[in-house]
C-alpha cells in the first residue's frame, strides 16, 4: 500500500511521461484527477486499453 505524504489530502493526481532514452529529444508529461465516486471499470494499466476502449477515445 501506498503511503501518502500528507495523508489528510483529498485529491490524488496520477502523472505520466512518454519518451525514450534520457531526457534528451521529445518528451511529453501529463497529470490528470479523477473523481474517486465516479470511476472508469476496468482502468487500472493505460497500456492494457486498446485504443476503442480508452478514455481518450470517447
Do not use: C
Not at 500528507?6 to 534528451?24: I, N, Q, S
Amino acid at each position: 500500500m501506498i503511503e501518502f505524504v500528507y495523508p489528510h489530502t483529498h485529491l490524488v493526481a496520477g502523472v505520466d511521461e512518454v519518451g525514450r532514452g534520457p531526457l534528451v529529444g521529445a518528451v511529453v508529461t501529463a497529470a490528470v484527477i479523477l473523481d474517486p465516486a465516479r470511476p472508469i471499470i476496468g482502468l487500472n494499466d493505460s497500456k492494457k486499453l486498446s485504443e476503442k476502449t480508452s478514455p481518450g477515445a470517447v
